[in-house]
C-alpha cells in the first residue's frame, strides 16, 4: 500500500471522479462526501509522500512495473513533493468551502461540476509528479479539458470566454507538444531522466534549443505569462465563483511548476542559463507582465477581474524569480508557488462569498460589507496584506527572497517592478477597502453603541455559508502560519528542490 | 571607545508584553454590548501591560537585555524580540500613556457620543502591541513588521468617523506611510540584509566594511524618508491630515506612539544598523540633520499660521520630532542622550496639549485658536495644565522639556555644529511664539474680547483628569527625570563607550 501511494494520488480522484458521475443518478446525497473523500485522500498520500521525500529522498515509481523508458515513471522529489501537497490541500480547501454554492449554482449539473472537479484536480497532480514528458501531456490536457468545461458552467459570457481559453489553451498545449515533437527526434525518449542524460552529448545543437523554445512558449500560454494573458482575466472572470477559486490558484502555478521541472530536469540548469540567450529576454518579458498586469488591475471595475489581472502579474514574479538564476531568485519562486496559491485562494474565496451574498462584484457595488460580512472582509483583508506583502503573511516573504535575488544579480529593473506591483496592489485593494467602509448612508455619530439598530438599509449582519466562511478563515489563517513557517519551508524542503551548488 | 558587553537573558516578558493588549482584542470585542465592562477590560490591560514592561526596568537599569526569539522567518533572520535601554525608555513612555488616554477615551467618546466605540478600542490595543512591538525589536525585519502593522492598525482610527473628509485624510495616510515603507525601507532593508548577511542591530552597527559611501548615502536617506512616521519634510503631510481622527487617537499615537515609532526607527537605523562610527567616517550624517533643522524651523513656521488648535500642534509635532532626528544625527553622546530623553518628554508634554485640546472640544465645542480667548475664565484648570504642556514642549523650566533640549543643545556643541545650536535656539523661540500667546489670550485677553464668560464649567472628569496628570507628570519629569534620563545614558553608554 504505502509503496503504492504515487499512483494512489492520481487514481483515487481519477475513479472517484466515474464513481461520483455514475452516482449521481442513484443517490445525489454520496456524490459529495464521496469527491471530498477522495481529494481528502490525495491529500493525506502527498503530505505522506512529502514526509517520506524529506526523510529517505526522491521516489521514484513505475506504472505497471514497466521501468523506463519503456514505462511511465513517477518521480516525487522535493521540488514535486511540496508543490504537490499544496495543490492537494487547497483542492481539498476549495471543495470543503464550495458545496452551498456549488448546489445552489448548478443544481442538476452539481454531479458533473464534482466530477469535472475531480479530474481536473486528478489532471493537476499527475501533472505534478510524472516523470515522462509526453505524459505530462496527456495529464496536461485532462486538466485543461476539465477546466474548459468548469469555466464554461457559468451563466452569460461564461461559455464565450471558457471558448477563447480552449483555443488559447489548445495553441499552448500543441507548442508543448512540438517541443516534446522535437525532443522524441532528437533523444528517441520521452522520459525526463533519460532525455536528461542524453542530452549534454548532443549539444550544442539548434534543434535542442528549438525544442525548449517551443516547450516554454506553450508553458507560457497556459501559464498566461504578459503578453500571451489574453485568455486568462475573462475566463476567471466569468466564470462559476467556485471554479474560478480553483482555477485561479492553481492552473497558473503548475504551469510555472512545469516550466521549472522542464528547465532543470530535462535541459538541466547549465543549458538553459548559460547556452541559451534566453535568461535576459525572459526577465524582461516578466518585469512586463508584473508592470502591465498590476496597472490593468488598476483599470478594472469588477472584484473578479481585478484579481485575474493580479494572478497575471503574480506570474511574472514567480517567472522572473526564477529565471534570475540564483538561489535566493528561485527559492522566491518556489516559494511563491506556495504561497501565492493559498493567497489566490483567500482572495477568490472572498470574492465568491461576496458575489453568492451581493449577486454583484462591481466595486463600486461594494459599500457597507465591512458590516454586513465582517468575517469575509476581514479574511479578505489578511489575503489582500499578503498579496501587498505586508509581513507576517506569508506574501511578505516569498517577494523578500524574489528582491535579495533581484539585488543579489543586480536586476534593479526587477526589483523595481516588484515594489510597483506591491505599492499597486496596495492601492488596489485599499480603493475596494474604503469603498466598503465608508457608506453614504452612515452620518458620524449617529448611533451611540453597537447595540443600537445602525443606520437603516444597510442591515445587520449577513454573512457567507457557513462552510464557505469557515473555509475562507482558515485559509486566512494558514496565510499567516505560512508566513511564521516560511523559514522552516525554504531550508528544509525547498533549497533541496534547488541545483545544488547553485550561488 | 571601549563598550562594556551587556549581559543577556532570556525571558518571555518582552512577548508578553506586545501580546498583552492584542489578545485583549477578542474579549473586548465580545464585551460590545457592555460598554462598563469593555472599558474595564481595556483599562486593565493597560495596566497589566504597563506593570510588564516595568517589571523589566529594574533589569535593564541593572545592565542586562531581555531577549526572546519568536519564530525564524527567514534562514538568517528571524521575529526576535530584544530589551535594551532605548527600547525600554520607549516602551515605558507608551504603556504608561496608555492607561491615561484609556481614561481620557471614556471620557471623549462617550462625551460626544461616537459610534463604533468596540472597533476604536479594538484597533487602539491593536496598535499599543505594534507600539510595543517596534521598541523591544531585536533586528530591522521584526521592527519593520510592526512597523507595518502599526499602519494598517491606526487606519480605521484616522478614519473613524467615515465621513469624506475621513477619507481623504486615510487616503493621504495611507499613501504616505504605507507608500514610504513599501517603496523606500523594503528595498534598503533586503539590500542590506543581501549584503550584510545580518539584520540584527548591533550598538557599533552592522553596515561597516560591507556598503559603499554611495551606498550608505542612499540607504540612510531611503531609511530616513521611508519611516515617514517621523514626518520628515516632506513626507509630512500625513500628520495634519490625520487630525480629523478623535482626539485620543491625535495625543496618544500621533503625539507619541506612531510618530515616536517613526522616529525610534530612524534613532535605531542610524546607532544600530548603520553604526555612528562609520556615519562618523563617511560624513553623511550632516544631510540629515540639515533636513531635520529645515523641517523643524519650517514647521514652525507653519505652526504660527494655524488657526486650527490641533493642526497647530500637529505642526508643532514635526518640528519636535526632527529635534529628535537632529539629536541622532549629532552622532554625540550628549545628542543622543537628548533625543532620547525628548522622546519621553515631549511625548508627556505634547499629549497634555491634546487632552486639552479634546477637553475644550467636547466642553465648548471649539476646535480653532481664534475661538479660544477668554476661555481660561471657563476652562481654568485645563488652560492650566496646557501652559504646563506648553512650557514642556518649547523647553523652559519646570517642564520636562527643558532637560532634554539642554542634552540636544550640549550635543551640538559636543559635535561642534553651531549652525544647529542656533537651529536649536531659533525653533525654541517660534515654539514659544505659537503656544505663549494662545495660553496669554486665554487668560488675560481684555472683557469686551473675550468669548467666555459665566462660571466655571470645565469638561468631565474622565476628560479633565488626564491632562492634569500628565501635566503633573512633566513638572515631576523636570525635578526627577528618572528613570528616563537613567535609561537614556545607558543607551548611549553602550553606543558611545564611557
Known sequence: ?503 | MTVEPLQTMVSIRPLIAVLVSLLVIPILMSSARSPNVREAWTLGAAALKFLVVASMLPLVLGGFQIEYSIARVLPGYGLELRVDALGMLFALVSSSLWIVTSIYSIGYMRGLKEHAQTRYYCFFALSLSATIGVAFSANLLTMYLFYEVLSLATYPLVTHHQDPEARSSGRKYLVFILGTSIAMVLPAMVFIAQKTGTLTFAPQGIAAGTIGPQAATVLLLLFVFGFAKAALMPFHAWLPAAMVAPTPVSALLHAVAVVKVGVFCILRVMTSIFGTGMLTDLNISTAVCTIAAFTMIVSSLIALSQDGLKRRLAFSTIGQLSYIVLGAALLSKSGLIGAALHIAMHAFGKITLFFCAGAIFVASGVKNVSGMAGIGRRMPLTMAAFFIGSLSVIGLPPGGGFISKWHLAIGTVEAHQFVMLAALLVSSLLNAAYFLPVVYRAFFCPEPESLFTGPVQEAPTWCLLPPLLTAAASVVLFFYPQPFLDLARLAAQSIFGG
Open chain 1, 1 to 503: 500500500m504505502k509503496e503504492q501511494l504515487p499512483a494512489l494520488i492520481v487514481a483515487v480522484p481519477l475513479l472517484a471522479a466515474l464513481l461520483v458521475t455514475a452516482l449521481w443518478w442513484f443517490d445525489r446525497r454520496l456524490c459529495f462526501p464521496i469527491a471530498i473523500a477522495a481529494v481528502g485522500a490525495s491529500l493525506a498520500a502527498a503530505v505522506t509522500l512529502l514526509l517520506r521525500v524529506l526523510s529517505e529522498g526522491a521516489v521514484d515509481y513505475y506504472l505497471g512495473g514497466w521501468p523506463p523508458p519503456v514505462g511511465i515513471a513517477y518521480r516525487i522529489d522535493h521540488l514535486n513533493g511540496l508543490i504537490a501537497v499544496a495543490v492537494s490541500l487547497v483542492s481539498f480547501l476549495n471543495l470543503a468551502a464550495c458545496r452551498t454554492v456549488a448546489e445552489q449554482e448548478f443544481r442538476e449539473k452539481t454531479g458533473a461540476f464534482y466530477a469535472l472537479y475531480l479530474l481536473f484536480t486528478t489532471g493537476l497532480l499527475g501533472i505534478l509528479i510524472t516523470g515522462d514528458a509526453f505524459n505530462l501531456y496527456v495529464l496536461l490536457e485532462i486538466s485543461s479539458l476539465t477546466g474548459y468545461a468548469l469555466l464554461g458552467l457559468g451563466p452569460g459570457r461564461a461559455f464565450l470566454s471558457g471558448l477563447n481559453y480552449v483555443f488559447m489553451g489548445t495553441v499552448g498545449a500543441s507548442l508543448y507538444l512540438l517541443g516534446i515533437g522535437y525532443l522524441y527526434v532528437i533523444t528517441g525518449s520521452l522520459n525526463m531522466a533519460d532525455i536528461a542524460a542524453i542530452l549534454p552529448s548532443l549539444l550544442p545543437s539548434n534543434l535542442v534549443i528549438m525544442a525548449f523554445v517551443l516547450c516554454l512558449t506553450g508553458l507560457f500560454v497556459k501559464m498566461a505569462l504578459l503578453p500571451l494573458h489574453g485568455w486568462l482575466p475573462n475566463a476567471y472572470t466569468y466564470a462559476p465563483s467556485m471554479v474560478s477559486s480553483l482555477i485561479a490558484p492553481l492552473t497558473t502555478k503548475v504551469m510555472i511548476y512545469v516550466m521549472i521541472r522542464i528547465t532543470l530536469s530535462v535541459f538541466s540548469f547549465d543549458f538553459a542559463f548559460d547556452e541559451t540567450l534566453l535568461r535576459l529576454p525572459i526577465l524582461w518579458l516578466a518585469i512586463l507582465a508584473i508592470t502591465i498586469g498590476s496597472l490593468m488591475a488598476l483599470s478594472q471595475r469588477r472584484l473578479k477581474k481585478m484579481l485575474s489581472y493580479i494572478v497575471v502579474a503574480e506570474v511574472g514574479y514567480m517567472v522572473g524569480g526564477f529565471w534570475l538564476g540564483n538561489r535566493s531568485g528561485m527559492s522566491g519562486a518556489v516559494l511563491h508557488i506556495i504561497n501565492d496559491a493559498f493567497m489566490t485562494l483567500c482572495v477568490f474565496l472572498a470574492a465568491g462569498a461576496i458575489a453568492f451574498k451581493a449577486e454583484d462584484d462591481r466595486l463600486r457595488n461594494l459599500t457597507g460589507l465591512f458590516r454586513t460580512m465582517p468575517a469575509t472582509m476581514a479574511a479578505l483583508v489578511v489575503g489582500a496584506l499578503s498579496l501587498i506583502g505586508i509581513p507576517p503573511t506569508c506574501g511578505f516573504f516569498s517577494k523578500w527572497y524574489l528582491i535579495s535575488g533581484g539585488i543579489e544579480a543586480g536586476q534593479y529593473g526587477f526589483v523595481a517592478a516588484l515594489i510597483f506591483s506591491s505599492l499597486v496592489n496596495g492601492i488596489l485593494f485599499f480603493r475596494v477597502f474604503e469603498i466598503c467602509y465608508f457608506e453614504p448612508t452612515s452620518p458620524p455619530h449617529a448611533y451611540r453603541y453597537r447595540r443600537t439598530v445602525p443606520a437603516a438599509g444597510t442591515g445587520a449582519v449577513t454573512e457567507a455559508p457557513a462552510d464557505l466562511l469557515t473555509v475562507l478563515i482558515a485559509t486566512a489563517v494558514l496565510l499567516i502560519v505560512l508566513g511564521l513557517y516560511s523559514g522552516e519551508i525554504v531550508t528544509r524542503v525547498i533549497h533541496l528542490a534547488l541545483p545544488p551548488g547553485l550561488s
